[in-house]
């Protein structure tokens, strides 16, 4: 690993903690409902709000009438995206005159939007109108992260507050976050992206005569090419600060009209951890002990440095074969060295393994890198990320609640080993609350390992796996990682827009969005009902590094006890045949 690689990750998690630690205390004001500085003006927006929807947003719901509420508001904007897909054709602001959104693929993206994961099957400049992109997906993109936001409020105020039957109210929680977190956030990273040449229009694509003109494999000639313009920063801002991910074009965050230029390529990655990273610190603050939202941000943060480090030192090195054939893979003062597959110059394996470490933390699943071409253990290291259950900082909300179920788990084990009901914040832990945090942590590996065995069984799975072998198992194992967590990244190479994946990865990303959502608003309205117990000799510490140090063994034992062995059949096998192969 070079300098530039040590001083690059140096100054990221400089930037992240420093201004994760002012806008959690920012964050915590507004879930709250206490003044801000911004909230005198966005104040008449937020109360428009309710007089559209007509709901009263201080009358507080009980866990069973939240989760109602969240759910009933997703499935709208989940059949909103899927309408506005198939009828975009008759739609107005389509200058390409795009048709409509086959059914399949339609049923996937608004699957896909509605529950923050933003995988994309489909080339986004050749698919979507402008008001497909602007007005559903781009809508969605807030109102999905918003939901994240909404729920870990309720499941905060579940431990927080004592012999309480109400979580708050979905409507205010989920109106609050979007307009006095997500729009000014959204609003300003757009205008900086814009400044750095991110392109933001209605217009139509542009024509360009080619200077040097390009023949086909057909031989055919080519001497113009259509260049598609849009609504690209407005998206590109929200698609990183609500944890979604989907591009506007299908290179997503390595196409230069998305992210063209080094410090455009730094704020976006900065973007894609600063609310879930942030979001602890808004947990401390809510619960009433700061110490408590500093250790789970330490857990987290660990995880991601044995995580990223590894994956850019892995980048750095050179592909055994072609250092073999005598390929200079040495980094120079013209040239950055490593493994150069799949990546865009102006950012190099340094700034392209950090970004694929961060958006697989979160579930982003954004690329300015084909992960793809990355090599065997450098993609692996993306692939655990998503696959410890995003909880490694994770999606906007879902993460941190993601990560007080191991928290939970964590507690149980520690109380088992001394002989004490195990407790958290004060509130005992049992077994009712063992079993909804049982279900969130095991819900997505069943659905990943589940979805990867039935696409490598039948025929219909097989059929578009394009690299045969192990790598086209772990394009396999990978979109399933992506889908069942809630990411939306893709190794790319497998054909998924088709009728079996378009199905099996829709109703994985479903599962793993709401069949995690309920559990977690049950365990939060159990909690909340209950007394809070004072602390005695024998309550373990949960802000200690000794209490971090167990998190973090308890997310990686859990990881490796169910990936490792799909893992050694998929990135683990395929590095072992290429360094055997370089010999």
């Excluded at 004592?162 to 959204?186: N, Y």
């Excluded at 031989?219 to 690209?232: D, F, L, Y």
């Excluded at 929200?238 to 991910?245: A, M």
């Excluded at 000794?546 to 006890?561: D, K, Q, R, Y």
Aim: proline share 6%; net charge neutral; aromatic share 8%.
């Amino acid at each position: 690993m070079t300098a530039h690689a040590w001083w690059l990750l140096a100054l990221y998690m400089v930037a992240l903690l420093g201004l994760a630690a002012s806008l959690g205390e920012f964050m915590a004001a507004v879930l709250e409902g206490r003044p801000t500085r911004i909230g005198r003006w966005l104040g008449p927006l937020e109360r428009a709000c309710y007089r559209v929807a007509g709901v009263n947003p201080n009358e507080e719901m009980d866990w069973r009438r939240y989760a109602w509420a969240a759910l009933a508001f997703n499935a709208a904007g989940l059949l909103a995206v899927y309408a506005f897909q198939r009828l975009q054709s008759w739609l107005p602001f389509n200058p390409q005159h795009l048709p409509a959104v086959e059914p399949g693929s339609a049923f996937d993206t608004a699957v896909s939007f509605a529950t923050n994961t933003n995988w994309q099957g489909y080339a986004g400049e050749s698919t979507m109108s402008h008001l497909t992109q602007a007005a559903a997906l781009g809508v969605q993109n807030f109102v999905s992260a918003a939901t994240g936001i909404a729920v870990l409020a309720a499941v905060v105020r579940g431990l927080a507050r004592k012999s309480s039957e109400t979580l708050g109210s979905f409507w205010a929680d989920l109106v609050r976050s979007t307009v006095h977190i997500l729009l000014p956030l959204s609003l300003v990273l757009a205008v900086a992206l814009v400044s750095q040449g991110v392109i933001q229009d209605l217009g139509a694509a542009r024509h360009a005569t080619l200077l040097e003109p390009l023949a086909t494999s057909d031989s055919t000639r080519v001497t113009e090419q259509w260049i598609p313009m849009g609504p690209v920063a407005s998206q590109v801002a929200i698609k990183q600060l609500g944890t979604n991910g989907g591009g506007f074009f299908n290179a997503n965050s390595a196409h230069p009209f998305e992210n063209p230029t080094p410090l455009s390529n730094f704020l976006e990655m900065l973007a894609i951890l600063i609310l879930p990273a942030a979001l602890c610190i808004t947990f401390g603050r809510m619960v009433g002990d700061r110490r408590q939202g500093w250790a789970l941000l330490a857990a987290m943060t660990a995880i991601f440095l044995l995580a990223t480090i590894p994956c850019m030192r892995l980048e750095h090195a050179a592909n055994p074969r072609l250092g073999a054939l005598g390929v200079d893979a040495a980094s120079t003062a013209r040239a950055p060295g490593g493994n150069m597959e799949g990546k865009e110059a102006r950012f190099g394996p340094a700034e392209s393994a950090l970004w694929a470490s961060a958006t697989t933390a979160a579930s982003n699943g954004s690329v300015n890198a084909m992960h793809d071409s990355f090599t065997p253990l450098g993609g692996l290291v993306p692939m655990v990320l998503m696959q410890l259950g995003e909880v490694v900082y994770g999606g906007v909300g879902s993460g941190l609640y993601g990560m007080l179920a191991f928290v939970l788990v964590a507690v149980f084990a520690a109380g088992l080993m001394v002989g004490r009901t195990p407790e958290y914040l004060g509130k005992k832990i049992e077994a009712y609350e063992m079993k909804m945090a049982s279900l969130v942590i095991l819900i997505p590996p069943f659905l990943v390992l589940l979805g990867a065995a039935l696409a490598v069984a039948v025929p219909a799975g097989r059929a578009t796996i394009f690299n045969p072998g192990v790598h086209g198992f772990s394009e396999v194992l990978y979109a399933f990682s992506s889908a069942g967590n809630n990411n939306g990244s893709a190794f790319a190479g497998l054909g998924a827009n088709t009728r079996f994946y378009n199905i099996t990865l829709g109703v994985a990303m479903f599962l793993a969005r709401y069949a995690l959502l309920v559990p977690m608003l049950a365990l939060s309205g159990s909690l909340a009902a209950k007394k809070r117990t004072p602390p005695g000799a024998g309550t373990l510490p949960t802000h200690t590094p000794l209490f971090v140090g167990l998190l973090v063994a308890v997310v990686l034992i859990v990881g490796a006890l169910t990936f490792l062995p799909a893992l050694a059949l998929g990135p683990i096998v395929e590095h072992l045949t290429l360094a055997a192969a370089a010999r």
